[in-house]
T-cell receptor, first 114, second 114 residues
Framework: EPEVTQTPSHQVTQMGQEVILRCVPI?????FYWYRQILGQKVEFLVS????????KSEIFDDQFSVERPDGSNFTLKIRSTKLEDSAMYFC????????????FGQGTRLTVV | GNSVTQMEGPVTLSEEAFLTINCTYT??????LFWYVQYPGEGLQLLLK?????DKGSNKGFEATYRKETTSFHLEKGSVQVSDSAVYFC?????????????FGKGTKLTVNP
């Protein structure tokens, strides 16, 4: 069964460092998303991406965040200068809305900023 | 904006007990409604969905009915198993432009004891 894969599963980084979280969406999907879940809180939408551009972003997704689909298979989330409050589980998701499919989620990357 | 409120956990049940996890929503328009499940160490998986009022989603013995009049989508299962232990998330979809994002509740942790 096709699945969304995320790497790494756990990333520890020092405050102020840049991190890149990687995702490989399902191959025929067209819409890509990042969500995050701070420990004990809701899963929150960060950004959606379609046709090589951001289609919507939340207030959380400030200038420190960026997304990219560099090679037609990977979908990355970059945090330029991490803060302690960026520590969270980050989920990538994809879907093919033209086929009316639901969003498929990856297993998540746990980011710990120290 | 749209929001989802679900029953605070954790919920602890004995095997074969009846499960209800309450979920209510606030939304403009007519969103689709979802229950996602997160088993320990895994990502979010779609459990069931309903796309319009009075629809019933069902999967693996779980059911939820889209009730527009009460703006609810309560999750039920008649007889839980130890393997149902997980965190359950209620969610609705918001469509803006070409993007469809999910708005999640906080999650309810279910533990089923043998």
């Amino acid at each position: 069964e096709p699945e969304v894969t995320q790497t790494p599963s756990h990333q520890v980084t020092q405050m102020g460092q840049e991190v890149i979280l990687r995702c490989v969406p399902i191959s025929n999907h067209l819409y890509f998303y990042w969500y995050r879940q701070i420990l004990g809180q809701k899963v929150e939408f960060l950004v959606s991406f379609y046709n090589n551009e951001i289609s919507e972003k939340s207030e959380i997704f400030d200038d420190q965040f960026s997304v990219e689909r560099p090679d037609g298979s990977n979908f990355t989330l970059k945090i330029r200068s991490t803060k302690l409050e960026d520590s969270a589980m980050y989920f990538c998701a994809s879907n093919h809305r033209d086929l009316n499919t639901e969003a498929f989620f990856g297993q998540g990357t746990r980011l710990t900023v120290v | 904006g749209n929001s989802v409120t679900q029953m605070e956990g954790p919920v602890t049940l004995s095997e074969e007990a009846f499960l209800t996890i309450n979920c209510t929503y606030t939304a403009t328009g007519y969103p689709s409604l979802f229950w996602y499940v997160q088993y320990p160490g895994e990502g979010l998986q779609l459990l069931l969905k309903a796309t319009k009022a009075d629809d019933k989603g069902s999967n693996k013995g779980f059911e939820a009915t889209y009730r527009k009049e009460t703006t609810s989508f309560h999750l039920e299962k008649g007889s839980v198993q130890v393997s149902d232990s997980a965190v359950y998330f209620c969610a609705l979809s918001e469509t803006q432009g070409g993007s469809e994002k999910l708005v999640f509740g906080k999650g309810t942790k279910l533990t089923v004891n043998p």
